[in-house]
């Protein structure tokens, strides 16, 4: 199993001592090859779940596995391996380094990765810059960029090293629909042909209903769902 989320729950400091409750008992199993989309009001915990999962939070219970890893088990140097080259990331802001152009931003994560940035790394940068129709602005710097030329290159960065899990959090909301669903295309092939298993946070149903399992954030648990209107 790609990755294990089991009864997790996760809150935050309130004001006065108090405790937000946002995960209450999450649970998701997901395969190498699956695809899931996380739905939910805003504030529900999807950002939440997917720092867990990313390992750049702890859960408070509960326990999140990775290829069988418990993440809560990882020392400094595995959790920095795990976050740098097990999953990528798509942020919800996409965090992209101001001073550097996009192809820089994209080969960023390639940097610290084992092989550093072969022919073959720039190839694959390449081809993920030309897939999310940036070939013709690597050059640019982010603050040149449009929101969702960002966005695009954000996952174009996330896809660098090749990650067993794809973690992105609206990766098309700053998208129109036809730029979207060229996005979702490229996920979906590397779904394919790499077994990348993908988790991704959308509020738009054409993005939601292409994954093969919907859940919704119900009261800080997962349900899986059905977009209205499917069959
Ligand atoms: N570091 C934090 N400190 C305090 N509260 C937090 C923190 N991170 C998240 N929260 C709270 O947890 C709840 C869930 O936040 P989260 O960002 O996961 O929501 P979301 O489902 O991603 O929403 P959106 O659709 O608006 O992005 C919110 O009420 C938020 O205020
Ligand atoms: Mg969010």
Redesign the pocket.
């Known amino acids: 199993m790609l990755l294990e989320v089991e009864k997790v729950t996760k809150g ?2 309130a004001a006065e001592g108090d405790r ?1 409750r ?1 995960l209450e008992g999450a649970d998701l199993l997901l395969d190498a090859g699956e695809s899931v989309a996380i739905l ?10 997917l720092n867990l999962v990313g390992a750049l939070e702890r859960p408070d219970s509960g326990r999140i596995r990775v290829s069988g890893t418990d993440l809560t088990a990882l020392d400094p140097d595995a959790l920095a391996a795990y976050r740098n080259g097990t999953v990528g990331f798509v942020f ?1 802001l996409h965090h992209l380094l101001p001073q550097c152009s996009v192809w820089e931003n994209v080969l960023v994560p390639a940097l610290a990765a084992p092989g550093r940035v072969t022919d073959e790394v720039e190839k694959r940068a390449a081809r993920l810059l030309e897939a999310v129709g940036l070939g013709h602005r690597r050059a640019h710097r982010p603050g040149a960029l449009s929101g969702g030329e960002r966005q695009r290159a954000a996952v174009a960065r996330a896809l660098i090293n090749r990650p067993r899990l794809l973690l992105a959090d609206e990766p098309t909301g700053a998208l129109d629909r036809r730029t979207a669903t060229g996005l979702v295309d490229l996920l979906l092939e590397l779904n394919r042909t790499e077994g990348l298993g993908l988790v991704v ?1 959308t509020h738009a149903p054409e993005v939601a209903r292409r994954m093969q399992r919907v859940f919704e ?1 119900v009261d800080g648990r997962l349900v899986e769902t059905r977009i209205p209107g499917d069959a």
Do not use: C, D
Request: no cysteine; glycine share 18%; hydrophobic share 35%.
């Open positions: 935050f400091p937000v946002v939910g009001p805003s504030g529900s915990g999807k950002s939440t779940l919800q946070v954030i």
